[in-house]
């Protein structure tokens, strides 16, 4: 696919006008217009609504995809002009901080394809527990960091992974665990005894932990990772929360896990330093973006 013809294509949506797509690009309107006319001939579908100016629905698709295409390959000629402007030196690996399963099963699979994209660049994975959720990325500690929710800090950037319905783990013992199937609603869970965080832990997570604090008691027992949330699941001593996906990875036994019917879902992230020009994490980020697009609906699902 040429790149060119995706970059007046992607002008022409995001400008909604043909000459104010040009101008953008310094090419003549008529350029812009061939370059449209050929995409639609390439993909044999019609991209583009003329009066006014609209993507159709395949425009709309293609139009994810040419933002991700037109990244990637930005970010591999900055990696070019770089390596042609460096010293032969040892690669710095790229550090990618995973928050409990991060995204489920996109998170194996970004980090397998930028392993398959870049095999020279060596690939180090940082356990984060919940107090990390800002500060690996500020401290530089990672680079790429799969955490969840959003970090409400300008330094950061990130991008939305996976959407999923919220559950809660509670031990077989208790008397919401009948309703596994069925599912609660949050005045069902909002005396469950959630495990407690330290006080540093950012407020955006712990509001996300809590249900906005609808899940209103506290157990004295302190938790930093899923492993300790379960520990304190199964010997009865504390509530948690997650994503649906939880509960494929941690699938303990004695642990129950229940869907909370009328929370918002949420959403997991790949997030970066906002300002990060280094081309790996540009690269890692587009691919990680694509394969969202591709495999986020399955797994919200």
């Known amino acids: 696919m040429d790149l060119r013809l995706l970059a007046s294509f992607l002008a022409v949506v995001e400008e909604g006008h043909f000459a104010r797509a040009a101008a953008r690009l310094f090419l003549s309107p008529p350029a812009v217009t061939q370059h449209v006319r050929r995409l639609e001939s390439d993909l044999g579908t019609r991209l583009l609504h003329r009066n006014p100016v609209s993507p159709t629905p395949a425009g709309e698709r293609l139009a994810g995809h040419a933002r991700t295409l037109l990244a990637a390959a930005n970010a591999a000629l900055d990696d070019v002009a770089e390596a042609a402007r460096a010293t032969p030196a040892t690669e710095r690996p790229l550090r990618v901080g995973i928050m409990g399963h991060g995204s489920a099963e996109l998170t194996p699979a970004s980090v397998n394809a930028f392993r398959r994209a870049r095999p020279h660049v060596p690939v180090e994975l940082r356990q984060l527990d919940f107090t990390e959720h800002v500060s690996a990325l500020v401290e530089d500690r990672v680079d790429v960091a799969f955490v969840r929710p959003t970090p409400a800090d300008e330094r950061i950037t990130a991008d939305a992974m996976t959407t999923e319905q919220r559950i809660v783990a509670v031990p077989e ?129």
């Open 173 to 301: 013992s208790s008397p919401l665990a009948d309703a596994r199937d069925t599912g609660a609603l949050l005045a069902d869970i909002a005396d469950l005894p959630f495990f407690t965080v330290p006080g540093h832990t950012p407020r955006t997570f712990t509001d996300y932990l809590y249900f906005d604090c609808a899940a209103r008691r506290r157990s004295p027992h302190v938790a930093l990772t899923p492993q300790e949330v379960l520990t304190g699941v199964v010997t009865g001593r504390a509530a948690g929360s997650g994503l649906k996906s939880f509960a494929r990875y941690y699938a303990w036994p004695g642990a129950v896990f229940v869907p909370v019917l009328d929370a918002p879902h949420e959403s997991s992230y790949l997030a970066v330093r906002a300002r990060d020009r280094n081309p790996e994490v540009q690269i890692f980020r587009a691919l990680a973006l694509a394969l969202a697009r591709e495999m986020g609906p399955r797994i919200s699902a």
